[in-house]
């Protein structure tokens, strides 16, 4: 799943993917009614690529759950986010088995299966899990970068 640009910006509904960066900040598209906005540098925006969930044993990245969530599903829409609490912490749990409950409140679900459902209506989730040969061209990238 490649969400490497795709940004959660606060205050403002639903998922952007980035456009062009700027001088003062950047351009997004919204995933939902595909209208361009240019964000400043002061707004907080989240990449969905470094955002992780906390488990009992660390933490796994967002895409991780995206792909075990369309696993379950088998690419299809998960509940809805407009589900009691009670629901979607038992789907969370099916999902996520060994999540942090002390970490992980009712509201970060609601955003992860909000945005799951988002991605998913756009094509954006793949079952696909990463290869070796991926995990090591990132590695690679990452310490050629570093000798800079």
């Given at each position: 799943?490649?969400?490497?640009?795709?940004?959660?910006?606060?205050?403002?509904?639903?998922?952007?993917?980035?456009?062009?960066?700027?001088?003062?900040?950047?351009?997004?598209?919204?995933?939902?009614?595909?209208?361009?906005?240019?964000?400043?540098?002061?707004?907080?925006?989240?990449?969905?690529?470094?955002?992780?969930?906390?488990?009992?044993?660390?933490?796994?990245?967002?895409?991780?759950?995206?792909?075990?969530?369309?696993?379950?599903?088998?690419?299809?829409?998960?509940?809805?986010?407009?589900?009691?609490?009670?629901?979607?912490?038992?789907?969370?749990?099916?999902?996520?088995?060994?999540?942090?409950?002390?970490?992980?409140?009712?509201?970060?679900?609601?955003?992860?299966?909000?945005?799951?459902?988002?991605?998913?209506?756009?094509?954006?989730?793949?079952?696909?899990?990463?290869?070796?040969?991926?995990?090591?061209?990132?590695?690679t990238e990452t310490e050629q970068?570093?000798?800079?």
């Open positions: 799943m490649s969400i490497d640009k795709i940004l959660a910006i606060s205050g403002k509904p639903g998922l952007y993917a980035l456009k062009v960066q700027t001088r003062t900040g950047f351009v997004a598209e919204s995933l939902t009614d595909g209208k361009k906005i240019t964000v400043g540098l002061r707004s907080n925006v989240s990449l969905l690529s470094e955002i992780s969930v906390y488990t009992y044993d660390g933490e796994v990245r967002l895409s991780e759950v995206f792909t075990a969530i369309a696993k379950k599903e088998d690419k299809g829409p998960s509940i809805s986010h407009k589900e009691d609490n009670a629901t979607l912490i038992a789907y969370f749990r099916e999902v996520m088995p060994d999540f942090d409950e002390d970490r992980v409140y009712a509201s970060d679900i609601k955003k992860i299966i909000n945005w799951y459902n988002m991605l998913q209506a756009k094509d954006l989730v793949t079952i696909e899990e990463p290869t070796e040969e991926t995990e090591e061209a990132v590695t970068e570093s000798d800079k």
